[in-house]
T-cell receptor, first 115, second 114 residues
Framework: AQKITQTQPGMFVQEKEAVTLDCTYDTSDQSYGLFWYKQPSSGEMIFLIYQGSYDEQNATEGRYSLNFQKARKSANLVISASQLGDSAMYFCAMRELNTGNQFYFGTGTSLTVIP | DTGVSQDPRHKITKRGQNVTFRCDPISEHNRLYWYRQTLGQGPEFLTYFQNEAQLEKSRLLSDRFSAERPKGSFSTLEIQRTEQGDSAMYLC????????????FGPGTRLTVL
């Protein structure tokens, strides 16, 4: 089974609007971390936001927020007030903290911000 | 320190040749990871070091691949007898043991095997 599933290969959003990128995960570990990374065309992976499995509050970092629904095993990324520079690939990732330290990545969502 | 660096950024080689990539992590980071990313996919874990010890290796890491991290500082990833299927972006990341949110990626080395 896939550890991380991103079902939206491509998304479009109007500049200044909000957009939600979906991510579901699969783990039996009780202690895990969820991450979102942005990968522009230059190729570098840029860390955006982190949510720990025991965190009660949804994580927020500036215009990024993570909608964490533990029972549904979902960790959607919300980008508010989209900017043209947000156009990139977005990857959801998970690390199981008790069973090793590797990241499991999804297949990514390509976001295009339309002026 | 401006982050994780990788060298070279691009490498074109002929099938059957050996290649070596270097990763310099953020100086105080004791964990170092290698990933491979092919077009249209997310990064796939290859191997992980804590200091100089290689603690985990993926099944993706065939016998032609070897990684080292002498003295727990920079790391090298060598691919012997390259094959066209090795063409990919090779990403390095580093972190501190502890809070998982502190992992940072380098710019990657794009390998093309002709």
């Amino acid at each position: 089974a896939q550890k991380i599933t991103q079902t939206q290969p491509g998304m479009f959003v109007q500049e200044k609007e909000a957009v939600t990128l979906d991510c579901t995960y699969d783990t039996s570990d009780q202690s895990y971390g969820l991450f979102w990374y942005k990968q522009p065309s230059s190729g570098e992976m840029i860390f955006l936001i982190y949510q720990g499995s025991y965190d009660e509050q949804n994580a927020t970092e500036g215009r990024y927020s993570l909608n964490f629904q533990k029972a549904r095993k979902s960790a959607n990324l919300v980008i508010s007030a989209s900017q043209l520079g947000d156009s990139a690939m977005y990857f959801c990732a998970m690390r199981e903290l008790n069973t090793g330290n590797q990241f499991y990545f999804g297949t990514g969502t390509s976001l295009t911000v339309i002026p | 320190d401006t982050g994780v660096s990788q060298d070279p950024r691009h490498k074109i080689t002929k099938r059957g040749q050996n290649v070596t990539f270097r990763c310099d992590p953020i100086s105080e980071h004791n964990r170092l990871y290698w990933y491979r990313q092919t077009l249209g996919q997310g990064p796939e874990f290859l191997t992980y070091f804590q200091n100089e010890a290689q603690l985990e290796k993926s099944r993706l890491l065939s016998d032609r691949f070897s990684a080292e991290r002498p003295k727990g500082s920079f790391s090298t990833l060598e691919i012997q007898r390259t094959e066209q299927g090795d063409s990919a972006m090779y990403l390095c990341a580093s972190s501190l043991a502890g809070p998982p949110e502190s992992e940072y990626f380098g710019p990657g080395t794009r390998l093309t095997v002709l």
